[in-house]
């Protein structure tokens, strides 16, 4: 089994900044991709950013130049820095990996527990 675990939402104002961390445990043999998608009231998940294992980067048009993913292939994290954020990036955002497991060696998709950042105007 994986488990995901994050941290590092809560409230701020807008302009504002603040960091998601994930860190992924368990029987892990390798992870792809990772990457962390949101969630608002009354709306679908959506794609935020995402990274390979390679550090190729994928972004949400509405957050380019504003949030920059990264991770640590070695500690098996993977963070999101959110800078200059606003009322509109309020959401529960999860955390997401694309985890090879041992035994198997197959890919399953994994979820983070979601936490909360609110952006007040």
């Known amino acids: 089994q994986v488990q995901l675990v994050e941290s590092g939402g809560g409230l701020v104002q807008a302009g504002g900044s603040l960091r998601l961390s994930c860190a992924a445990s368990g029987s892990i043999f390798s992870i792809n991709a990772m990457g962390w998608y949101r969630q608002a009231p009354g709306k679908q998940r959506e794609l935020v950013a995402a990274?390979?294992?390679?550090?190729?980067?994928n972004y949400a048009d509405s957050v380019k130049g504003r949030f920059t993913i990264s991770r640590d292939n070695a500690k098996n994290t993977v963070a999101l820095q959110m800078n200059s954020l606003k009322a509109e990036d309020t959401a529960v955002y999860y955390c997401?990996?694309?985890?090879?497991?041992?035994?198997?060696?197959?890919?399953?998709?994994?979820w983070g527990q979601g936490t909360q950042v609110t952006v007040s105007s």
């Open positions: 997401n990996a694309k985890v090879v497991v041992t035994l198997t060696y197959r890919e399953y998709n994994y």
């Open positions: 990274i390979t294992s390679g550090g190729s980067t």
